[in-house]
């Protein structure tokens, strides 16, 4: 049952249109396509997708339960004792009464001992089975950096959303790569903190098919309301292969870039126009502008390779003086940072680089070693890809 | 002075504390612990004036989901926005609130003694105070605000351009105040009793001001080291908390927990013991279970040290000192829930007067009990794993906070106000504040544990849109809230200044502080103080001619106590 306060001033219409336009940073999964489902949502929880979910519920409201009786006799003693010894009048009337009852005393202070312990042996037993994982689980590395998610998996794919299996139990092994995050799954009712310097790891055994929200719950910075993405359940090792494989050489070289912007740069940088922690990218190619210090700059390609590399070196002009972002050098390769500029140029104006697919010159060596590799897909890259990000 | 004159200023003392000196440097430089406490009550009411400010606007802006409501905040606004409400209300209110500003007006009189053990130190305390808060503030003025969240966490507190180190160095300095009051008022506790008044005949208050200094004496100084630390490590990188130079981010959490954690206790202790004074007084009958109400003051302080680790159930710790950490926290769920029933036991059978003081008292009890009981789904592990850092965290910690300290506060500075000036309040009008601050506060948190439960994370700046009811909810409970607030102060400053007079005893308290005149003259008492035991409200009879209670003694001074069959009951 999902019961809902009923909504103030009529504003739901205008808030679906909303939510229709948005779209989870980072991920292609659009927010109103995670909406709450009718079914498996209860007053208090989201649905229950993991081994564990049914346990933790069960305990909250065994808790709840113990502290809603208690509460209520707590408070209905004190307005019976507020209403039957009220002051009438100004007489003070005091009915000769013990202030001290040293049974009692320990009574009430064993008894409710008694009920605290099932509690905490409920809640430690729930807690290990949501910390140790079984002995066959597979491991996924989660790497978070503000404001991003990126999971590996065994086979070497890798996807800004998460990408399970039912019924295959997985193995988090979570890194950062700047601030403390925590990666939290209301469905699966797991939450871990990601610590920079450490590994940390947690379990999760789906149960349920399903697009769950994923989200950074220890506070990270300005995008921290922004570091969300999907944790998806698929039937089948093969339909999550189809959801995580990227072949590089498959796409042309905006699409990869636009792979790259979703993983490692939509966290600070929106395509719509709005600046965020750092300027919109779909107005960036070309664009000639001041940096921070007065001198002018253009965004060409050797501009873009340097910010990519180098933040520190020339920031725009309200970003700095000290730009928030991290180097990417040694993440990026050379290929990938063609793909990026590719992709920006192609959010300026997709025709520069959708209508010469034929202009050739590729620097792509196809470096994700997939399988099998089509030759003529590699040809994508247009030169001035190769010659200005060489330069 | 004749025994007639001190009967007389009973009704209405002609020089008193107020008057006796005049102009400001009689209070910029005054030793009088009477009047530093009420500086001390005008500073930490100015800091929630400006905290509670910050809090509207965020809760303004957390009107719609994505950030288009009536209040636009950019996301480093917003964070900054709660930073500063998080860091100003703890270090700056809450911590000194009734220690500092309520304590030291009543605990030295309490004791019938003339001041606090050190005056000047207490002088030092206050004048710290302002020069931490203003540090706290300078983070604003810097230029570039303050965006770490009030707990300071590593490495994001090292690498963040804005104010961190005006920020930490005023909680640092803050630390020395609260250290400095706490000191005091162990050194006045031990020494200064008046003649008679043993341990166990010491107001509950006093006993919970006392475990409270235990926390503020043996906790802060590590709060101070942990801040230096973290200034060192922003500025010399000596590599302790920043996994960069090869230190650990966790390691700041427990030491920053090893201090905030009994920080909560130095916030909720002192309520707890203004709790007891205001039930047994308004329901004029002897408090429940003295000794049990006093010895859970000194178990919650002593077990509050040993719970730090269930802020870091999720930070990474090892999983055997998380499960040691739960079960340690269950313990102190106990002596909270004794007092709580030593309340109740307390009402039955006496005279209950639904004041002011007494509804706040009531509301307190049941604040704190949403607030004690949903401790318990944080407790236990693997509700808490789900709950960590969602909103059902901020709205359990606020039940305690605001729901306890705010509310007791409240109701301790109405119940103290008249000893303080002379002046009565406008009953009607203070119920109403009252009413005011527990619906609003309610409206404003309680659907914060459905939002919690159903997934909210805590410090987000724009949030998913099937929980945009809730926040809206919560947004015009906060409006309500801080109207109540902002009534019962001005309830209570029209009364300072025009209120009808009323004698040294209107509500027939025992304790010593009433004894004096009000307001109480410079040295407290003119007269050797009547020891008496602070729950016996029999001693207290009426005088018609001064229409307030005078403790029996006190009241006909020529005739012998032996002499004198006053009736049990009047």
């Known amino acids: ?391 | 002075m004749s025994s007639e004159a001190i009967r007389n200023t009973f009704g209405t003392p002609e020089t008193h504390f107020l008057n006796h000196e005049k102009g400001w440097k009689s209070w910029a430089f005054t030793l009088d612990h009477k009047r530093i406490g009420i500086m001390y009550l005008i500073g930490v009411n100015v800091a929630l004036i400006m905290a509670g400010i910050f809090a509207l606007v965020l809760r303004s802006h957390l009107w719609s989901f994505d950030g288009t409501g009536p209040v636009k905040l950019s996301n480093e606004m917003y964070n900054q926005m709660f930073t500063l409400h998080g860091a100003v209300m703890v270090f700056s209110f809450i911590i000194p609130s009734v220690p500092a500003a309520l304590g030291n007006i009543v605990l030295p009189m309490m004791l019938g003694a003339k001041d606090v053990a050190f005056p000047r130190m207490n002088l030092a305390s206050f004048y710290l105070w302002i020069a931490g808060t203003g540090c706290l503030l300078a983070a604003i003025l810097s230029g570039n605000g303050l965006d770490t969240g009030w707990t300071f966490y590593t490495p994001y507190s090292i690498e963040t351009e804005t104010g961190v180190i005006y920020a930490t160095f005023g909680a640092f300095i803050l630390g020395f105040s609260s250290i400095f009051t706490g000191l005091n008022f162990l050194v006045t506790v031990n020494t200064m009793r008046a003649k008679g008044q043993t341990w166990f005949k010491l107001p509950l208050f006093l006993w919970s001001l006392y475990a409270t200094s235990i926390i503020q004496v043996l906790a802060t100084p590590v709060l101070g080291i942990t801040l230096l630390m973290l200034i060192a490590e922003k500025t010399m990188h000596i590599g302790i908390f920043d996994p960069k130079y090869g230190g650990d981010p966790v390691l700041f959490q427990h030491f920053f927990w090893f201090y905030s954690h009994p920080a909560v206790y130095i916030m909720i202790l002192p309520a707890m013991g203004v709790i007891s004074e205001l039930i047994s007084v308004y329901s004029q009958k002897k408090i429940f279970g003295y000794s049990f109400i006093a010895f859970s003051s000194i178990a919650i302080a002593l077990l509050g040290f040993l719970v730090w680790g269930h802020h870091m159930f999720t930070s990474g710790q090892s999983q055997v000192v998380t499960l040691i950490f739960s079960a340690i926290t269950f313990t102190v769920a106990i002596p909270s829930a004794v007092k709580v029933f030593n309340w109740l036991a307390t009402l039955y059978k006496g005279s209950i007067l639904l004041s002011t003081p007494m509804c706040y008292a009531l509301s307190f009890i049941f604040l704190f009990g949403i607030g004690g009981l949903t401790g318990l789904f944080l407790g236990a592990l693997s509700t808490d794993i789900h709950l960590h850092d969602t909103y059902f965290v901020v709205a359990h910690f606020h039940f305690v906070m605001v729901g306890g300290t705010l509310t007791a506060l409240l109701g301790g500075v109405f119940h103290w106000w008249p000893k303080i000036f002379g002046r009565m309040y406008n009953d009607t009008l203070g119920r109403i504040s009252c009413f005011l601050v527990f619906t609003g506060f309610n409206l404003t948190f309680f659907p914060q544990f459905v939002m919690g439960a159903r997934g909210m994370p805590r410090r987000y700046a724009t949030y998913d849109p099937e929980f945009q009811i809730f926040h809206q909810y919560s947004t015009i409970g906060a409006f309500v809230l801080g109207f109540g607030i902002v009534m019962a102060y001005s309830v209570l400053l029209y009364a300072a200044f025009k209120g009808p007079r009323c004698g040294s005893n209107p509500f027939r308290a025992a304790s010593l502080e009433w004894q004096s005149s009000s307001p109480p003259d410079f040295h407290n008492f003119t007269h050797k103080v009547v020891m008496t035991d602070p729950y016996d409200f029999d001693t207290q009879v009426y005088d018609e001619e001064l229409d307030t209670y005078v403790h029996r003694e006190l009241a006909q001074p020529t005739k012998p106590v032996e002499a004198d069959p006053q009736p049990a009951t009047h």
Not at chain 1, 233 to 241: F, Y
Request: proline share 6%; net charge negative.
């Open chain 1, 1 to 391: 049952m999902n019961w809902q306060l009923p909504t103030l001033f009529g504003q739901t219409k205008t808030v679906l249109e909303r939510v229709q336009d948005t779209t989870l940073p980072g991920t292609a999964v659009p927010q109103s396509s995670i909406e709450r489902p009718e079914t498996g949502v209860t007053y208090w929880f989201p649905e229950q997708a993991s081994t564990f979910a049914e346990g933790v519920d069960d305990l909250y409201m065994f808790i709840l339960w113990v502290s809603t009786v208690s509460f209520v006799v707590i408070v209905a003693a004190m307005v019976y004792l507020v209403f039957k010894y009220r002051r009438k009048g100004k007489e003070i009337v005091i009915e000769p009464s013990s202030s001290h009852n040293t049974k009692l005393e320990i009574a009430w202070s064993v008894l409710p001992s008694i009920l605290l312990v099932p509690m905490f042996w409920w809640g430690a037993t729930g807690y290990f089975d949501s910390r140790i994982p079984r002995d066959d689980a597979e491991e996924i590395l989660v790497t978070a950096s503000r404001y991003n998610w990126l999971f590996t998996y065994p086979d070497g794919d890798s996807s800004s959303e998460l990408h399970l299996v039912r019924d295959q139990p997985v193995k988090l092994v979570m890194q950062s790569k700047d601030v403390l995050h925590s990666m939290y799954i209301p469905a699966f009712r797991q939450k871990m903190d990601i610590v920079p310097g450490r590994y940390t790891y947690a379990y999760i055994n789906p149960t349920k098919l399903g697009q769950y929200r994923l989200s950074c719950t220890e506070y990270c910075g300005e995008g921290h309301s922004k570091m969300r993405t999907v944790a998806e359940v698929h039937i089948s090792n093969e339909d999550r292969k189809a959801n995580t494989q990227w072949i590089k050489a498959e796409h042309p070289p905006w699409e990869n870039g636009s792979r790259l912007y979703k993983i490692h740069c939509s966290g600070c940088h929106r395509i719509d126009g709005k600046a965020a922690t750092g300027p919109a990218l779909n107005l960036t190619w070309g664009r000639k502008g001041k940096a921070h210090n007065g001198d002018p700059i253009e965004a060409n390609e050797q501009y873009i390779k340097e910010s990519i590399e180098y933040p520190d070196k020339v920031v725009v002009e309200g970003f700095g003086p000290v730009s928030k972002m991290n180097s990417f050098k040694g993440i990026l390769d050379q290929d990938d940072i063609s793909h990026v500029i590719a992709y920006l140029k192609y959010l300026q104006d997709p025709s520069l680089v959708t209508d010469s697919p034929e202009a050739a010159g590729s620097p792509n060596e196809g470096k994700s070693g997939e399988a099998e590799k089509p030759e003529s897909e590699d040809e994508a890259v247009s030169t001035e890809d190769k010659e200005d990000s060489d330069a």
